[in-house]
């Protein structure tokens, strides 16, 4: 049973900086990909940012590239998300998934297993 549990959120002023912690277990990841993905208020749950845990290929919202790094400790099965100059607009829940199967990074239906969610709100 695989099992996805983020740690992180909180409230930062505009400009501020966030890190998100996504710990796994019941798996080795070593052939998942990893993702955050947010959905903010009257939203649809939108992706964020995607890791493929072999090799470490990365890949980013426009709308956080330059902003946003996604990186894993595999000592730990562990996935971070390190947000930097946040913005009013990335306040939202976010949310870690995994998915072994392959299809497009961005597609939140590819994702099998999900977080719970951790609550990221950035104040103007």
Do not use: H
Not at 45 to 73: C, M, N, P, Q
Not at 94 to 123: I, P
Request: proline content about 2%; charged content about 20%.
């Amino acid at each position: 049973q695989v099992q996805l549990v983020e740690s992180g959120g909180g409230l930062v002023q505009a400009g501020g900086s966030l890190r998100l912690s996504c710990a796994a277990s019941g798996r080795t990841f070593s052939t998942y990909t990893m993702a955050w993905f947010r959905q903010a208020p009257g939203k649809e749950r939108e992706f964020v940012t995607a890791l493929r845990w072999s090799g470490g290929s990365t890949y980013y919202a426009d709308s956080v590239k330059g902003r946003f790094t996604i990186s894993r400790d595999n000592a730990k099965n562990t996935v971070y998300l390190q947000m930097n100059s946040l913005k009013p607009e990335d306040t939202a829940v976010y949310f870690c998934a995994a998915r072994q199967r392959g299809g497009s990074y961005w597609y939140r239906g590819s994702y099998d297993y999900w977080g719970q969610g951790t609550q990221v709100t950035v104040s103007p």
